[in-house]
Nanobody, 120 residues
Framework: QVHLLESGGGLVQPGGSLTLSCAAS????????MGWYRQAPGKQRELVAA???????SVGTSVKGRVTIDRDNAKNTVTLEMKILSFGDTAVYYC??????????????WGPGTQVTVSS
C-alpha cells in the first residue's frame, strides 16, 4: 500500500505565495510521475504541475509561469511552489503519484487533499 502525506496549504493573501509538499511511501513500490492537481467547487480536477523521475515537468495552463516543481527521488518527495496567487487559485490541492510494484504494474494514488484559500 502506498501513502501520500501532504503538507502546506491554508490561507494565503492575494499576491502571496505558497509551498506544498508531498511525501510518498510504500514498501515494494517505486515511483514514477509525482505532482499536484487541484479541484475548485463545481469544477473538474485539473493539473497544476507534475514531474517525472527523470525531472521532466508538466505545468497546467492556468498556472504557467507561476509555479515551480521539484522532487527528491531519494526521499520520494515532491514540492510545489506557487506565486502571485489570486482568488481563482482557491481549491483543494491533491498530491498524485504513479507507483510501480515489482512486476511493473502501475497504480495511481492520491493524497487526501489540502485546502488552499486565497482571501484578504
Amino acid at each position: 500500500q502506498v501513502h501520500l502525506l501532504e503538507s502546506g496549504g491554508g490561507l494565503v493573501q492575494p499576491g502571496g505565495s505558497l509551498t506544498l509538499s508531498c511525501a510518498a511511501s510504500g514498501s515494494g513500490f517505486s515511483f514514477g510521475s509525482m505532482g499536484w492537481y487541484r479541484q475548485a467547487p463545481g469544477k473538474q480536477r485539473e493539473l497544476v504541475a507534475a514531474i517525472s523521475g527523470g525531472g521532466y515537468t508538466s505545468v497546467g495552463t492556468s498556472v504557467k509561469g507561476r509555479v515551480t516543481i521539484d522532487r527528491d527521488n531519494a526521499k520520494n518527495t515532491v514540492t510545489l511552489e506557487m506565486k502571485i496567487l489570486s482568488f481563482g487559485d482557491t481549491a483543494v490541492y491533491y498530491c498524485h503519484a504513479e507507483a510501480f510494484d515489482d512486476l511493473r504494474n502501475k497504480y495511481d494514488y492520491w493524497g487526501p487533499g489540502t485546502q488552499v484559500t486565497v482571501s484578504s
